[in-house]
């Protein structure tokens, strides 16, 4: 499809444009991760990292969840789930 240059394109050139474009991506992220919920950063993410001895971004994805306003479904909630995860990275590295 062809370019139709509008007046909107010279108010979105240089750095105004470029933040724009940065808002424009981070707002889509934010929803694919709203859309997406607790299937991409939920406890089953959370939990293969660990598994995977991945302690410092399995413990991201649960903050990342907790940013958002996910639950995990449990008691203790994400706070919880990364307290664990702390636990055994400590007892890995002992």
């Given amino acids: 499809m062809p370019h139709v240059s509008t007046e909107h394109d ?3 050139s240089g750095s105004s444009g470029r933040r724009y474009q940065m808002v424009l991506i981070v707002g889509v992220m ?4 709203f859309i997406i919920g607790s299937k991409m ?3 089953d993410s959370a ?3 660990t598994e995977w001895g991945d302690f410092d971004r399995s413990v991201w ?3 990342l969840a907790l ?3 996910l639950d995990d479904g449990t008691k203790a909630g994400f706070p919880g789930r990364i307290e664990r995860i702390r636990k055994k990275q400590a007892q890995s590295h002992a």
């Fill in 10 to 12: 010279s108010a979105t």
């Fill in 30 to 33: 934010v929803v694919f991760v």
């Fill in 41 to 43: 950063l939920g406890p």
């Fill in 47 to 49: 939990t293969l990292l």
């Fill in 61 to 63: 994805v649960c903050e």
């Fill in 67 to 69: 940013y958002f306003g």
